[in-house]
Structure formats: structure tokens, C-alpha cells
């Protein structure tokens, strides 16, 4: 499943970080990492973007960079 699918209130661990370059190394210094618990906290009013918690701080990423992320419920 996508980060980007996961409904609001809903827990996962992130399984992996797709992408390439730049991108992938934005996230994953954002501490979208493997193994890492995230929740969907808020969708904006128009479905983008998306308020995740992990690690104990707020993080809002655009849907399209929230489809790169792999997670396990």
C-alpha cells in the first residue's frame, strides 16, 4: 500500500522509500526511513497535501510524494 492511500487516524510502518536522486534523499533525510511509524493526521480540503506524525513531529508532504513511500498497516 501507498502512504498516500493510508485513510487519516490509520498507523503504518514504512517498508520502503521509492524514488530516484534527489527526491528519495529529500524524503529520507526527512526521516522517512524504513521502519519508521507514520500516521496520517490531516488531508487538506482539496486532498492535497497530506499532514503525516512520525517522530514525535509534523510532517506535510504532497500526495505525489506520498505515493513514492510504501507502507505496511
Same mark, same amino acid.
Given at each position: ?8 487516524? =490509520? /498507523? ?7 524514488? &530516484?536522486?534527489? $527526491? %528519495?534523499?529529500?524524503? @529520507?533525510?526527512?526521516? #522517512? ?5 507514520v500516521?496520517? =493526521? /490531516? ?5 492535497d497535501?497530506v &499532514?503525516?506524525? $512520525? %517522530?514525535?513531529?509534523? @510532517?506535510?508532504?504532497? #500526495? ?7 507502507? =505496511?498497516?
Amino acid at each position: 500500500m501507498k502512504l498516500s492511500e493510508l485513510p487519516v487516524g =490509520q /498507523k503504518a510502518k514504512i517498508l520502503r522509500v521509492n524514488g &530516484e536522486g534527489a $527526491l %528519495r534523499n529529500r524524503l @529520507l533525510d526527512m526521516g #522517512l526511513t524504513p521502519k519508521t511509524e507514520v500516521m496520517i =493526521q /490531516k488531508v487538506a480540503p482539496m486532498g492535497d497535501p497530506v &499532514e503525516l506524525t $512520525l %517522530r514525535g513531529y509534523e @510532517l506535510t508532504l504532497r #500526495l505525489e510524494d506520498a505515493a513514492q513511500i510504501e507502507v =505496511q498497516e
